[in-house]
């Protein structure tokens, strides 16, 4: 389903879709809604980590802060997108860039 989401936001000219995969099963689709914590960029040096924890019986992604955040520093994690053929430029900036987000 999330597959088929991704075409559909791309098909309705929607820049960017937020879908973040939980396990093997379920993937958040905050696209079209979700809080502004979707918004959080990828780097490949992070200040932030995502885990995914069970909280009354569903599971939710938490980011917490790898070391303390300085005020005007922007909020970021490793999305660890799998290796793929077609590859995806990173942006980050960071002294020890991948080059690509997979």
Excluded: M
């Excluded at 098909?11 to 993937?27: P, Q």
């Excluded at 909020?75 to 290796?83: M, N, Q």
């Amino acid at each position: 389903l999330a597959d088929l989401r991704e075409e559909q936001y791309e098909r309705e000219g929607i820049g960017s879709s937020y879908l973040f995969r939980v396990d093997d099963e379920i993937v958040i689709d905050a696209t079209k809604c979700g809080n502004v914590a979707r918004f959080v960029n990828h780097s490949c040096e992070p200040n932030c980590i995502a885990k995914t924890i069970v909280a009354d019986g569903t599971k939710r992604i938490v980011i917490y802060a790898s070391h303390d955040i300085q005020v005007g520093e922007e909020v970021t994690y490793d999305y660890k997108f799998p290796p793929e053929e077609v590859k995806i430029p990173c942006l980050c900036g960071s002294v020890n860039c991948r080059g690509y987000l997979n």
